[in-house]
């Protein structure tokens, strides 16, 4: 059974002290591996999309990379306004199948 | 640029009552449109997607149901509502050929009562 998982499911971190969010998954046919944002009522926001093991993408303090078989999302130097849920999703045909989020608080 | 609105942005029903959700797409052509469904402190769960006009796929068999009479317009339905239909109803597209980026709009909060 195709399946996503995310750990840890919550994070409380300093101010500028840097982490890493793990997205494991089990899917056959993979096509693609999805990272979003999501805030408290708010519908997800895009942020990368990896396709193959050893890819990696950076936008300001996030960066995700992509093994075989699960993602990372590194976040260096974290900010209040970082804190989020942080979702993955992989796709299999037409289907996103997503994982149960990461929910990153910063503090000051 | 490409926009997905969906409304109403919340909604209380009781319980036996009728629902109709809107999504619609600006900006682009022949996507494929996606209904999940959040539940607190919760994944998002597949509901429906469609990859055109009047096809629908179905993940969860349930009492909704969706619809897609126009390129860019998706509904979701249900004819009477159940309390464990509370959520948040979020409608998402992506580009039929390309890269697979899905982006959703603002979500619906739906409160059965």
């Known amino acids: 059974e195709d399946q996503v998982t995310q750990s840890p499911e919550a994070l409380r971190l300093q101010e500028g002290e840097s982490s890493s969010l793990n997205c494991s998954y089990t899917?056959?046919?993979?096509?693609?591996l999805f990272w979003y944002r999501q805030d408290p009522g708010k519908g997800p926001e895009f942020l990368f999309t990896?396709?193959?093991a050893g890819e990696e993408k950076e936008k300001e303090r996030l960066k995700a990379t992509l093994t075989k078989k699960e993602s990372f999302l590194h976040i260096t130097a974290p900010k209040p306004e970082d804190s989020a849920t942080y979702l993955c999703?992989?796709?299999?045909?037409?289907?996103?199948?997503f994982g149960t989020g990461t929910s990153l608080t910063v503090i000051p | 640029s490409q926009t997905i609105h969906q409304w109403p942005a919340t909604l209380v029903q009781p319980v036996g009552s009728p629902l109709s959700l809107e999504c619609t797409v600006e900006?682009?052509?022949?996507?494929?449109l996606y209904w999940y469904r959040q539940a607190a402190g919760r994944g998002l769960q597949l509901l429906f997607y469609?990859?055109?006009?009047?096809?629908i796929s179905s993940e969860v068999p349930q009492n909704l149901s969706a619809s897609r009479p126009q390129d860019r317009q998706f509904i979701l339905s249900s004819k009477k509502l159940l309390l464990s239909d509370s959520g948040f109803y979020l409608c998402?597209?992506?580009?039929?050929?390309?890269?697979?980026?899905?982006?959703f709009g603002p979500g619906t909060r739906l409160t059965v009562t």
């Open positions: 998402a597209w992506v580009r039929a050929r390309g890269s697979y980026e899905q982006y």
């Open positions: 899917v056959s046919g993979l096509r693609g």
């Open positions: 990896l396709y193959s």
């Open positions: 999703a992989v796709i299999v045909g037409n289907q996103f199948y």
């Open positions: 900006g682009t052509s022949n996507p494929n």
């Open positions: 469609s990859v055109g006009i009047g096809q």
